[in-house]
């Protein structure tokens, strides 16, 4: 499975962002996605997480107003709509993708992931 990460860009603070993730294949009930970001100097952060169906969705406590993460199955597409963005929402956005029957659960690690793509830099000036 291949991931193409788009959407990045420049925004001043309280401005919105979409990101999109396109998968190369049609995946379906066993993947589960994820949003993660690493800013300058820190490590990778697990951001969002949602299951093909968009039944369950997952947040950092820190995005949880503000991110929205949701899935178009016939575009196999994941999407992480963020609002009212903030200075220390810079970094470079990964979406991953993970092959599991159990899609319920929360995976934040980054060693829990199958696949990655190439990252999209956020930049937020405040």
Sequence with gaps: VQLQASGGGLVQAGG??????VASERTFTSFVMGWFRQAPGKEREFVAQINWSGSRTYYLDSVKDRFTISADNAKSTVYLQMNNLKSED???YYCAAKITVTTGRNYQRTDEYDYWGQGTLVTVSS
């Design 16 to 21: 919105s962002l979409r990101l999109s993730c």
């Design 90 to 92: 810079t970094a470079v």
